[in-house]
């Protein structure tokens, strides 16, 4: 295959031609485990770098005129993915372009794509740091094998993608109310329409300096919601628990009517007892004080319901650490928050994810009920810990925490 794919390295003519009319053959071994483990991948060794000349490069926005995805960066990675070739190409990292897909691309048609959602941030000392990346590489390749899409080694990725942001370094926001947003992105381009596997692929990462997710306002008054059990985001057996693009569109529709009620985010619930899932695209957490009179932290469990979210399960490590609360994983219903609002017992809801951290929660419709949340009445919530340490942690003023990961 080595030899086969060298001479046709060494046809350039040919290997465009067959990139476009071969029927390329599957024979990606695709394994049903959590934790994705491929035997093949591509190296950061191989790396090559094509950078913008002066006139492709773009002026940097103003802190105060960021907003999320707007304004990228003035270059991206690329790593396409052929079957018939032996698998994943070499790494290129080349000037931020447009794409160019066949119409039939599967991508197109099926939505064989996912994504993650990443952050690089500058910190006091200057030097640039990302969150729990090997995380992220976890879930993509979960998402990946989910869709049929070729796996790869997380810390090839990782080390490609701060040779990315070393290159674009000068976007990583100078303000801690900001920060660079990586979105890698894995699609399925083969130029046939049948519903079946891709046989070529390409990996992408642009990168996006934005600035606070939620306006001001929502930060110092808390998030209005939408609970509407007619909709939901997720069920057994789907996929609500990767990360991909097919997820979220049919959200979108459901978020404009949430707006167009003065609304904030969705809180999407699901099944006849009405369970909370997840809040916008954040995972959701519930402090209150349980039946033995004890503070508790809840979170809904990793049942396939709900997306494996990093800023979760560092909420949950931290939690445990700390050992002030008790802290479980268990269904919340909209019955037991009703109750718990009608006993004073529920202290705050907030929800949490990359793109604000932690967001807190202050008020829910629900079908014809208003339910004011008293998260922003609380002396010492505990969300404001939790967005006091992780932001500690991202801006390196807690410096070689392990969770941070410099570029070198
Ligand atoms: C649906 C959904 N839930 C939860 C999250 C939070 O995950 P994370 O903390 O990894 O950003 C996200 C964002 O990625 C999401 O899209």
């Given amino acids: 295959m080595v ?21 390329w053959s599957s024979s990606l071994k695709i394994r049903n485990d959590e934790v994705v483990s491929p035997d093949r991948s591509f190296k950061y060794a191989d790396l090559s770098v094509r950078l913008a000349a002066p006139h492709q490069l773009h002026p940097k926005p103003e802190v105060s005129a960021l907003s999320f995805g707007k304004y990228f960066t003035d270059h991206m990675l690329k790593v396409f993915y052929y079957e018939a070739l032996g698998g994943w190409q070499t790494p290129e990292i080349t000037p931020l372009e447009n794409l160019v897909l066949h119409p039939a ?22 030097k640039i740091r990302l969150f729990r990346p090997d995380l992220n590489m976890d879930r993509m390749n979960a998402s990946a094998l989910r869709s049929g899409l070729p796996t790869f080694n997380s810390t090839e990725l990782i080390n490609c993608i701060n040779r990315l942001i070393s290159i ?36 992408y990462v642009i990168l996006c300096p934005v600035g606070s ?31 991909m693009g097919s997820n979220y569109a049919p959200t979108i529709q459901i978020q404009r009517e949430a707006l167009e009620k003065g609304l904030q985010q969705v809180l999407w619930l699901y099944g006849d007892d009405d369970q909370l899932t997840e809040v916008g695209t954040m995972n959701i957490f519930m402090f209150y004080i349980n039946e ?38 268990r ?48 002396p010492n919530p505990v969300f404001k810990m939790f967005l006091k340490h992780l932001t500690e942690i991202q801006y390196g003023y807690l410096p070689n925490h392990p969770w941070a990961f410099p570029l070198d």
């Fill in 3 to 23: 030899h086969f794919r060298r001479k046709l390295l060494s046809h350039g003519g040919l290997l465009r031609q067959l990139k476009q009319h071969i029927r």
């Fill in 105 to 126: 691309a599967k991508v197109l048609h099926y939505a064989v794509e996912l994504f993650e959602g990443m952050k690089a941030y500058r910190g006091v000392d200057g």
């Fill in 168 to 203: 674009d370094q000068e976007w990583v926001p100078h303000s801690e109310a900001s920060s660079l947003y990586i979105r890698p992105t894995l699609i399925g381009i083969d130029p046939t329409l049948g519903v079946a596997s891709s046989e070529s692929a390409l990996l």
């Fill in 213 to 243: 997710y939620f306006k001001t306002s929502s930060e110092q008054e808390g998030v209005s919601l939408l609970a509407d059990p007619r909709y939901t985001r997720a069920w057994p057996g789907g996929c609500g628990d990767r990360k």
């Fill in 292 to 329: 033995n009179g004890e503070k508790e932290l809840i979170t809904p469990p990793l049942n396939g319901l709900i997306l494996p979210g990093i800023t979760r399960q560092s909420i949950l490590t931290l939690s445990r650490e700390w050992g002030q609360f008790k802290v479980s994983e």
């Fill in 331 to 378: 269904v919340i219903t909209m019955q037991e928050v009703c109750r718990l609002l009608s006993e004073n017992r529920l202290l705050e809801l907030f929800g949490a994810g990359t793109a604000c951290v932690v967001s807190p929660i202050s008020y829910i419709k629900y079908i014809d009920q208003g339910l004011h949340i008293p998260t922003m009445e609380q």
